[in-house]
């Protein structure tokens, strides 16, 4: 059951179209929405919510205002300035605490909670492609790394259980946080590039991340017709570094047009960007099982 990311080294490449894309060709996978941060995914899948549960992640600190003597203590230890007066004594802004406990271990008198912190929502959904599991971070809210670490590990657990034969994941843009806890331990990653210079640049980065955690890189650029000469660099760097070419797209309105309908461009014709999408996938299969034959 092997995992395959979905990635790009900057946001507005395409990838969660070509996601949506690839879940329509894969049928059989269990998808997972990864950009915990910015998820979208579900824009395009309509899922319908079948579980729904908590992410708690860390704690914060909470005033009980009857039990607040006022003296101050608080606010002058927290060094992050998420104690604010209020009245005669003080409450703490959720935006700001960062749950180090400092202001419950010396509150005089013993007046700070400090609750385990509801950071969002993860969800088990059913879509016209299959199973999807996915999450909302509420405003603020960190930890995402844990949340993707949380919704994989659900993934693999549905998939096991249910007998689908592979996971496909939306990852975040770029090389932060999600992007590093989405990739480690994946089978193979899918990089979608445009062929810009910030394009090959972002590509570099990404790679690098890919190389580090040992997954297999492939590219797909994206809009390539727009600048064929940044697309050939892309190629030849790639071909240079060992990075696979899983295949290239040009620039076709009919992306806007199936976005807009909520559905994936694949779903909408059998010519044009759909048809290459097709060889496309059937190229990332093919590279899949040689990546799993060569481990
Ligand atoms: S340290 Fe405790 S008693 Fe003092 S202001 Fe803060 S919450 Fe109130
Ligand atoms: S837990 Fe830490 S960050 Fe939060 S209010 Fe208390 S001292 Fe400030």
Redesign the pocket.
């Known amino acids: 059951m092997p995992e395959l990311l979905v990635i790009s080294g900057k946001g507005g490449t395409g990838k969660t179209s070509l996601t949506a894309a690839f879940a329509h060709l894969a049928r059989e996978a269990v998808l997972c929405d990864l950009d915990v941060d910015a998820p979208d995914l579900h824009i395009l899948l309509a899922p319908e919510i079948e579980t729904r549960e908590d992410f708690i992640s860390g704690h914060e600190a909470v005033?009980?205002p009857a039990?607040?003597?006022?003296?101050?203590?608080?606010?002058e230890?927290c060094r992050f300035g998420a104690?604010v007066a209020e009245g005669a004594?003080?409450r703490i802004d959720p935006l700001k605490c960062e749950g180090c406990k400092v202001?419950v271990h010396?509150?005089?008198?013993?007046?700070?909670a400090f609750p385990a912190r509801r950071c969002g929502e993860w969800y088990r959904s059913r879509t016209r492609f299959g199973p999807l599991v996915h999450a909302r971070l509420l405003p603020g809210a960190e930890n995402s790394g844990r949340l993707v670490a949380l919704l994989r590990e659900k993934a693999r657990e549905l998939a096991r259980s249910a007998g689908y034969r592979l996971i496909l994941a939306d990852g975040a843009p770029g090389i932060g946080c999600p992007v590093i806890s989405s990739l480690s331990g994946v089978d193979a990653a899918v990089v979608v590039t445009e062929p810009t210079p910030s394009g090959i640049h972002d590509l570099e980065r990404v790679i690098g991340l890919c190389r580090h955690f040992r997954v297999p890189a492939g590219v797909i650029v994206n809009k390539a017709d727009l600048a064929p000469e940044n697309t050939a660099s892309l190629k030849s760097w790639g071909a240079a570094n060992g990075i696979a070419c899983l295949g290239e797209l040009g620039y076709d309105d009919r992306f806007t047009a199936a976005m807009i309908r909520r559905q994936a461009v694949t779903e909408c014709g059998d010519d044009g960007p759909a048809a290459e999408l097709r060889r496309i996938w059937d190229r990332i299969q093919e590279w899949i099982t040689r990546q799993a034959r060569a481990a």
Request: proline share 4%.
């Open positions: 005033i009980d039990a607040c003597t006022g003296c101050g203590q608080c606010a230890r104690v004594g003080c202001c010396f509150c005089p008198a013993g007046a700070i």
